[in-house]
């Protein structure tokens, strides 16, 4: 996290005059103040999560950490600039998007891009070899299925978790294909465009705010800030926007998306600020219903069973990211394609209400991501009903819950048997904290 985030002009006014709480190592120190502030944006967040023991497993976390990057100073585990950089990036376009722009973003912070990524570096570059070090330490902690029974049978049966219905379902979009005619239309048009520019001295900011079909940088003058090379848009876009200097302007490109022209504003290494126009051959009626049609003739070879799920997306669908997981729509953040069905949009919902495991829907359209209007088949693979956790439904889950145990075990154990050779001082006003009684204070080592 962002140091100025959780209202930190809030969270500053809170802190305790300033001291150090605790030193690991040779010079590893957490300030008072530090650590006020990680309690404040808790406070602030969660308020009922919030307790006097806060600062107590605060701390406990603050002292791994520092050891995590002792360790790492002795083994040799380090982070290159690039990963460090890579990261600040990502973090930032992430609080760019959440903010709504850059300038919105320095507003709120009181602090410019350049301030803030230095002002994070270094808690980046420590977030990053701690977790470093921990996956040095954990890669060879496996659970396997006797494990997970074992852990599952030690659970009382009275404090089971229950879970809400779930589904395992899939699908295959077809995005409907811009006829010839269309395709030269928005081809002759954005020629038209970029001649305005390049020849008539129009604006380039004016000229996308009136005719570019991208919604994401249109009301914005077709600006784009921090573009990496390596970002999330079209590979064509850019290697074609990395070729420009400063205030050109690009040949018309085509991506999947339709024609662009870039204008190059400001170059920053692996970075740029930039403009784009986006003309967008449009699609008729027609075109979606011949892709209906085309999505039929598929889930007619799948109900009859002459092709395969996966393979009939591998071969059909039009979109690269369902193409990655087979299909099956899964969780971002635990790769898990059980879903609770609550976290499904309610379209989806709608349609796999009347479908049996192994069926599919008729063809759809429906909007995706983007907001913008596609085809599609919905495959449900599985479907559980509300239920008490149990192994057959739920192995997934209570294996991960069983690792994640056996991972607090395997680290608490490296602790235990690190701390001794480390020196680590707690201040005495924390040295009554109940998680922080089993580890002694004063080593000296």
């Known amino acids: 996290m962002l140091v100025f985030l959780a209202g930190n002009a809030t969270v500053h006014a809170q802190v305790s005059a300033d001291k150090i709480v605790a030193i690991v190592g040779r010079n590893r120190i957490i300030l008072q103040s530090d650590l006020d502030i990680q309690a404040a944006q808790i406070k602030q967040q969660e308020p009922a999560q919030y307790s006097d023991t806060v600062k107590c497993v605060l701390l406990q976390q603050m002292i791994l950490k520092k050891m995590l990057m002792e360790q790492a100073e002795r083994d040799s585990v380090l982070v290159s600039d690039e990963e460090v950089e890579g990261q600040l990036n990502n973090r930032l376009r992430y609080f760019i998007q959440l903010y709504g722009s850059k300038e919105k973003l320095e507003q709120a912070s009181g602090k410019t891009l350049y301030q803030l990524k ?230 989806m919902v709608l349609s796999i209400d009347s479908l049996q495991p192994g069926q599919y829907s008729q063809p759809q359209i429906f909007y995706n991501e983007a907001h913008e209007k596609s085809c599609r088949i919905i495959y449900l693979r599985s479907r559980t009903a509300p239920h008490k956790a149990n192994l057959k439904d739920d192995y997934s889950k209570i294996q991960d819950v069983a690792l994640q145990q056996k991972k607090a075990q395997k680290m608490q154990q490296w602790v235990i048997t690190k701390l001794p050779t480390y020196y680590l001082r707690i201040d005495p006003d924390y040295q009554t904290c109940s998680v922080l009684q089993q580890w002694k204070t004063d080593t000296g080592k």
Request: charged share 25%; aromatic share 8%.
């Open 118 to 347: 230095e002002d994070n570096r270094e808690i980046i570059r420590e977030d990053m070899v701690s977790e470093k070090m921990q996956g040095e330490i954990m890669q060879h902690v496996k659970i396997t299925p006797f494990e997970v029974e074992a852990f599952y049978n030690k659970i009382p049966k009275d404090s089971l978790p229950f879970y809400p219905a779930a589904v395992e379902v899939g699908q295959i979009v077809i995005d409907p294909p811009v006829s010839a005619e269309l395709d030269a239309y928005a081809h002759t048009k954005i020629e038209d465009i970029r001649n305005q520019i390049v020849n008539g001295g129009k604006s380039f900011e004016t000229l996308a705010g009136i005719y570019s079909n991208d919604p994401g940088s249109r009301d914005n003058g077709g600006r784009y800030d921090d573009v990496s090379r390596t970002g999330a848009f079209a590979p064509e876009f850019l290697t074609a926007a990395f070729k420009l200097q400063n205030g050109e302007i690009s040949p018309i490109i085509k991506t999947k998306f339709g024609y662009h022209i870039i204008q190059m504003i400001q170059r920053k290494g692996d970075e740029a600020d930039l403009r784009h126009i986006l003309i967008r051959g449009e699609v008729t009626s027609g075109d979606f219903k011949a892709t209906l049609a085309k999505l039929d003739s598929v889930r007619s070879q799948l109900v009859s069973g002459t092709i395969s799920f996966p393979l009939a997306v591998g071969k059909f669908a039009t979109d690269e990211a369902s193409k990655r997981t087979g299909g099956m729509i899964a969780d971002p953040q635990t790769g898990n394609t059980l879903l609770e069905i609550n976290k499904l949009d309610p379209t």
